[in-house]
């Protein structure tokens, strides 16, 4: 399993797989790859998600629905480049919709030290929300071992880093 | 340099913290994706210097060719740190400060009785950590050229590629 989908909400999703209230309101929910896709149809790593996850400070960087840019530009690149070059924080995927289009970022850490998230690279792209994220939602995604930018299979998020 | 560490021999799985601290093993950092290994004297070495800019200029290509790099030294973790940053490197690096590894590899570079760092090595590995080629750098020519990095990664990836060639409709 190489993603799920994910969603901001505003009530808890019965269907999700994981979900966690925000600090600044609402929801933030995953769902079965397998299943219907929720509003605005992003695609997460699988490994930013775990049920029994404890909280977390994340910067989401999550542009109104229907808003991307092609993974591929030069924009996206660069961000890539400086969170490989930057310290890693505890969660990183980027949000992808289709096979081809960025949808946002989502960046957390587990020490509750805002600076690690201050110069977060994708708060480029898209304006950055700093928010506390409560227990159920987000798991941990290892450093990639670099410096491989491009995606490992068309529609998945980046880092995921095998074809298997 | 130990005996079976040649080309067709199986490299060790190192277990050694990376340049945040992190433990890393070296099959994980490898996963399924051709991977570049260099053992370096320390931060502190112009001719590492030299060979860590010429690395950085590759990794524009190599970020782009799923295929890793990794780097081994025995300084500390903050220290490989602020030379991966000074270099502007994007990839791992791991730290061997105990000089676990030096003696199981017989890596040690015995002139240096100061600092006692790694002998220089390259190696490119297969995802399952066979070893393809490998370069002792004690002297500044015996290290790999990028050309020669290129010729094994492309050697290395038709090998596990299944679709190297472009499949038919």
């Known amino acids: 399993m190489s993603w799920h989908w994910f969603a901001r909400t505003v009530e808890r999703p019965d269907e999700a797989i994981a979900a966690a209230a925000l600090s600044s309101g609402g929801y933030l929910a995953a769902f079965p790859s397998g299943g219907p896709a929720p509003r605005g149809e992003r695609k997460v790593d699988a490994r930013a998600i775990d049920p029994d996850g404890a909280p977390a400070l994340a910067s989401l960087v999550l542009p109104p629905d229907g808003v991307t840019i092609l993974f591929d530009d030069p924009a996206v690149g660069g961000a890539l480049r400086a969170a490989l070059a930057a310290p890693w924080p505890d969660v990183l995927s980027t949000l992808v919709v289709e096979s081809s289009r960025f949808a946002g970022a989502l960046t957390a850490v587990r020490d509750g030290n805002r600076g690690r998230l201050g110069s977060d690279p994708f708060a480029r792209l898209f304006p950055a929300e700093l928010v506390e994220v409560g227990p159920g939602l987000l798991g941990s995604t290892p450093a990639p071992t670099g410096p491989v930018i491009q995606r490992y299979g068309g529609g998945n998020p980046w880092p995921w880093d095998t074809f298997d | 340099m130990r005996n079976d560490l040649k080309p067709g021999g199986s490299f060790p799985d190192l277990a050694l913290p990376d340049h945040a601290g992190n433990p890393r093993r070296l099959s994980e950092l490898a996963g399924s994706d051709p991977l570049v290994l260099t053992f370096y004297r320390g931060w502190w070495c112009p001719k590492e210097q030299s060979f860590f800019r010429r690395l950085v200029e590759f990794q524009d290509e190599v970020e782009v060719a799923y295929t890793r790099l990794v780097s081994v030294s025995v300084d500390p973790p903050e220290v490989e740190a602020a030379f991966r940053a000074g270099l502007g490197a994007r990839w791992t690096f791991l730290s061997d400060t105990e000089r676990r590894y030096v003696n199981e590899l017989d890596l040690l ?37 990028l050309e020669e990095l290129r010729r094994d990664l492309r050697t290395i990836t038709k090998a596990i590629r299944p679709d190297w060639e472009v499949p038919r409709e």
């Not at chain 2, 190696?123 to 002792?136: A, E, G, H, K, Q």
């Open chain 2, 109 to 145: 570079e015995t002139t240096d009785t100061i600092n006692r760092p790694y002998v220089p090595t390259a190696f490119t590995l297969y995802p399952d950590m066979t070893i393809c080629s490998v370069w002792n750098g004690y002297w500044t020519w015996g290290r790999p050229s």
